[in-house]
């Protein structure tokens, strides 16, 4: 395993953190939240989308036959970690989530419809494949039924992540035929399709969460994912899928975490008490310490989740891991630099407050790390 990044990697990650720094300010999280939490219309981060389409981003995880430049998970591994330290919209993440899903789980001529769009920026999309409050179980929620040219979909998805702006969203459904074992297909639904509910529920991180009804929503047959020998998806595939994104997503908590770190260095170097700055103090220095050592131990649990799925195998041992140090790491790091810079630590005139915010969705985020330790639990034969 190779954890030690190269020189390339090292150039990637300085060309992100530019463009993140120019194109994703604590100004636009700000208007983002507003925009996600008083009832109008949600904002789109226009130019910081069309920055990440130029830099190759979105079609990074895509192989080049569709578009994409063909790099590996540990080169989107950065991506998650820059876009973790600039507070990144998750419509971004939605996006790559679904490139990652259709990529893994459909046949070629829906890759080669759907995958040079991701790359490209036109499509904005989502995937609900798991449950929202634990990424391992990935049993379906919605129902399919067959009719002609295709099958209704019905049920509800409690948390859909930016349903209310993606033009596409791709989830899964039991479909039962008479005289036929159940199987489980994969559906591509347009928002907004005849028989689709859509109720925003907002974050206190301004996160664009919904809740989605169905009731018969048609989906044709074009759009539907149906496995290997029209059998069906097998689940581990869709756990193969759940585990990528939440390691990329616990790379993401990294960076954040490593944001606030450098934040809450810079401010005990300059913030001075009794003559002297606050970081000679031995106190502050053992803070800042043990904040160090979180957020490495979680920066190097969930590259290395990341390195072993990027070799296309299964890494549920180090996939939860990973969840369990960075959501206890993220929230730690913030509520100790809260500690540190004293009566100003949480103000909404200052900007510390909204990595503290998206520490908080982050943690529960596909699961607690309590909820991730019962994924340990069971990947070393301690539960059955």
């Not at 070799?311 to 996939?319: D, F």
Request: charge should be negative; hydrophobic fraction near 45%.
């Amino acid at each position: 395993m190779r954890l030690v990044p190269t020189e390339e990697q090292n150039e990637l990650r300085s060309v992100l953190r530019s463009v993140f720094t120019k194109e994703c300010p604590p100004e636009l999280v700000r208007q983002w939240k507003t925009t996600g939490t008083d009832g109008a219309a949600p904002a789109f981060p226009d130019s910081l989308w069309r920055a990440l389409t130029e830099l190759g981003v979105l079609g990074m995880a895509i192989d080049e036959e569709f578009d994409g430049s063909g790099a590996t998970l540990n080169e989107l591994g950065i991506v998650y970690s820059e876009a973790g330290r600039a507070l990144c919209p998750s419509i971004v993440y939605s996006t790559l989530s679904f490139g990652i899903a259709l990529d893994r789980l459909a046949g070629p001529d829906l890759r080669k419809q759907y995958l040079p769009r991701v790359a490209g920026g036109d499509l904005r999309a989502t995937v609900a494949l798991w449950d929202a409050a634990d990424a391992h179980d990935v049993r379906p929620k919605l129902t399919a039924t067959r009719v002609d040219g295709g099958w209704t979909l019905s049920g509800v998805l409690p948390f859909v992540e930016n349903a209310d702006l993606a033009e596409l969203l791709l989830t899964t459904a039991t479909a039962t035929v008479f005289a036929e074992p159940d199987r489980v297909l994969g559906m591509l639904v347009s928002p907004g399709s005849e028989g689709w509910t859509s109720t925003r529920q907002p974050t206190i991180a301004g996160e664009h969460q919904c809740r989605v009804e169905l009731d018969a929503v048609f989906v044709p047959d074009e759009r539907v994912l149906t496995g290997t020998d029209e059998a069906g998806l097998a689940l581990d595939e869709v756990r193969w899928v759940a585990d990528v994104v939440t390691a990329l997503q616990c790379m993401e908590m990294a960076g954040g975490g490593a944001e606030v770190l450098e934040r809450t260095v810079d401010y005990v170097r300059t913030r001075h008490q009794f003559g002297r700055p606050i970081g000679s103090f031995q106190a502050v220095q053992h803070i800042v310490a043990d904040i160090h050592i979180a957020v490495e131990a979680a920066r190097l649990s969930a590259a290395s989740a990341v390195w072993w799925l990027a070799r296309g195998e299964r890494a549920g041992r180090q996939v939860a891991i990973a969840k369990m140090h960075a959501s206890e790491a993220y929230k730690w790091a913030t509520l100790n630099a809260h500690q540190v810079h004293g009566g100003m630590g949480y103000v909404r005139e200052t900007d510390l407050h909204l990595w503290s915010e998206r520490a908080k969705v982050s943690e529960i985020r596909g699961g607690t790390a309590d909820v991730a330790a019962r994924w340990l639990e069971e990947e070393i034969g301690l539960v059955g």
